[in-house]
């Protein structure tokens, strides 16, 4: 298994409140990648990074940012949670992209009230 | 505009037998392509991919098969154990322009009854 571990596991927050998931991984890859998964919609990218510093925005990305200052740790944060992102957000890496499986780490879920 | 569809939302096949989970897609840049399973409470589990340049790989009890004139693939689980029961879900990707992205498809609960 790829070492990708996902802190917080399980969080419960309020409307309103900033909420900071943590993925890291230990397998040295360049890309990792944020997504969200929820009843009805499969897993939908959020954000993706192809290197420290370097992120950019996918499917989902409205009301989440990001940032990777070191290459096993990439960042999902809410500013302001709000209902509509609870949801099971997982983080994937790869070594490059293309042809290119992504590993999944064992995601968090958020309960936002 | 969904560009992964994966038609059934769920299956049931008796231990022993095949499974046999199809999965459509529309974009004509997708040239890769993977099977996740996914168990309750855990991440998605990497299962078998193919590229567009084949039209079959194996690996154990799995297959999966791409035809793409009908841009349709499908993955084969031969002999169903209760253990394969999980949510599979039906990813591709292009390698050209903007090729960090899987696309998804909404995932099939498969129960296998013993």
């Known amino acids: 298994d790829a070492g990708i571990t996902q802190s917080p596991r399980h969080k419960v927050t309020e409307t309103g409140t900033p909420v900071t998931l943590r993925c890291h991984q230990t397998?040295?890859?360049?890309?990792m990648y944020w997504y969200r998964q929820d009843p009805g919609h499969g897993l939908r990218l959020i954000h993706y990074?192809?290197?420290?510093?370097?992120?950019d925005k996918g499917e989902v990305s409205d009301g989440y940012s990001v940032s990777r200052s070191k290459t096993e740790d990439f960042l999902l944060t809410l500013e302001s949670a709000t209902s509509s992102q609870t949801s099971v957000y997982f983080c994937?890496?790869?070594?490059?992209?293309?042809?290119?499986?992504?590993?999944f780490g064992p995601g968090t879920r958020l309960l936002v009230l | 505009d969904q560009q992964v569809k994966q038609n059934s939302p769920s299956l049931s096949v008796q231990e022993g037998r095949i499974s046999i989970l199809n999965c459509d897609y529309t974009?004509?840049?997708?040239?890769?392509f993977l099977w996740y399973k996914k168990y309750p409470a855990e991440g998605p589990t990497f299962l078998i991919s193919?590229?567009?340049?084949?039209d079959k790989n194996e690996d154990g009890r799995f297959t999966v098969f791409l035809n793409k004139s009908a841009k349709h693939l499908s993955l084969h689980i031969v002999p169903s154990q209760p253990g394969d029961s999980a949510v599979y879900f039906c990813?591709?990707?292009?390698?050209?322009?903007?090729?960090?992205?899987?696309?998804f498809g909404k995932g099939t609960l498969l129960t296998v009854n013993p």
């Open positions: 994937a890496i790869s070594e490059s992209v293309g042809k290119e499986t992504q590993y």
């Open positions: 397998e040295n890859h360049r890309y």
């Open positions: 990074s192809y290197g420290v510093k370097d992120t």
């Open positions: 974009n004509s840049m997708f040239d890769y």
């Open positions: 193919i590229s567009s340049i084949k």
């Open positions: 990813a591709a990707s292009a390698s050209g322009g903007s090729n960090y992205k899987l696309t």
